[in-house]
């Protein structure tokens, strides 16, 4: 951002988001923003979320500073139950980048597709760091938005050969094996079960409250990406297994009090010392996986560092390609 600060408010709409940021640069920049947190150079302030009563709308917003990258700002959304009936998507954020140096906005910036492309970086930092290298089987439970953006950027990580799929809702199934088939992937839909028992890695990208896998059903040697749990009181997977497995998050407050390990937290199964940054891993400050036959399970809750990362990247791009609108203020 810093090479543009003088030159007025910068505008990246969704279509530019969309053309200029890849799964790459997504990748890289959530990798890195892990990294500046275990560090201590980049922080996430307090998240606000709100019933506003207003159109049944949940608003908010997630803020941070990431001293390393220079990069300030938030993400200003969220849920809105009716978009769907008026053409839009029900889920609504913008990113708004600020001056480090002056505090000045320095750019606008679409957050819908930056907040599919970012989600599936985390889980794709998680699998490429925490999984083993002969993973062949990918199990995906879920097949919503997100889905498809999380199954194309795990791909990427293993030389995956099949995708193994449930989701409550089974006709969604059918869209989420066009996925796969688009990526050269076999695809079976199969029970919670067997999706258990054949895959190697597993994301978990629901909008869940009770636990949709249990510890048994799980091989050794499984690496599982929470994705869908970003609340409290959702869950997807059975408080035992994530006490059996080796937890790693994105931020460990928001794993406890919104994430995947809440509820095994809360019933005292696992305590908050036993959870592990995964910008450690990234870092080279813990080993991850130690044994081909440990479970690790990363506990994805999202964190606005990772979205104003995205953002970031999106300006850059739109200010170095000349495409962003530009406003003065
Ligand atoms: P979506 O509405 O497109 O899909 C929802 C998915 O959850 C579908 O697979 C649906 O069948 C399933 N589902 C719905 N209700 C369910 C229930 N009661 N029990 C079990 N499954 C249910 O949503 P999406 O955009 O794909 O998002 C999926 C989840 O991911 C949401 O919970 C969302 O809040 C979460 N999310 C997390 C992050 C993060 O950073 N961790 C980021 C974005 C979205």
């Known amino acids: 951002m810093t090479d543009t600060q003088n030159e007025g408010l910068l505008i990246v709409g969704e279509d530019l988001c969309e053309k200029l940021v890849g799964r790459s640069d997504a990748f890289e920049a959530v990798e890195a923003v892990f990294s500046a947190m275990a560090r201590g150079d980049a922080y996430n302030f307090p998240v606000i979320r709100e019933a506003i009563g207003y159109a049944d709308a949940l608003y908010g917003f997630k803020s941070g500073f990431d001293r390393a990258g220079k990069v300030l700002g938030l993400k200003s959304g969220g849920f809105w139950p009716g978009n769907m009936a008026k053409g839009l998507t029900n889920h609504q954020s913008t990113v708004f980048l600020f001056d480090p140096d002056t505090g000045k906005l320095a750019a606008l910036v679409g957050g819908n597709y930056l907040t599919a492309v970012r989600t599936a970086a985390s889980s794709s930092v998680s699998i490429s760091h925490l999984a083993r290298k002969d993973c062949k089987v990918l199990g995906m439970v879920g097949a919503g938005h997100q889905s498809h953006f999380q199954l194309r950027a795990a791909a990427e990580q293993r030389d995956f050969e099949k995708v193994v799929a449930w989701n409550p809702h089974e006709d969604m199934l059918a869209r989420l094996g066009e996925t796969a088939k688009e990526l050269g992937l076999d695809f079976e839909a199969v029970t919670q079960q067997e999706l258990g028992a054949k895959s190697d890695v597993i994301i978990t990208i629901t909008s869940a409250f009770e636990p949709l896998l249990m510890k048994d059903w799980i091989k050794p040697g499984t690496h599982i990406a929470c994705m869908g749990t970003d609340t409290k009181g959702k869950m997807e997977v059975d408080a035992a297994l994530v006490a059996s497995a080796t937890v790693f998050t ?63 990247v999106a300006a850059r791009l739109a200010s170095e390609s000349g495409q962003a609108t530009r406003v003065a203020l």
Do not use: M, Y
Not at 281 to 291: F, L, M, P, Q, Y
């Open 250 to 312: 994105d931020e460990v407050a928001q794993s406890i009090s919104i994430g995947e390990a809440q509820h095994a937290i809360a019933s005292g199964a696992i305590t908050e010392s036993q959870i592990i940054p995964i910008g450690k891993v990234i870092n080279k400050d813990h080993a991850g996986r130690t044994s081909d036959a440990e479970v690790t399970l990363f506990d994805g809750t999202g964190v606005g560092l990772q979205d104003l990362a995205v953002a970031s």
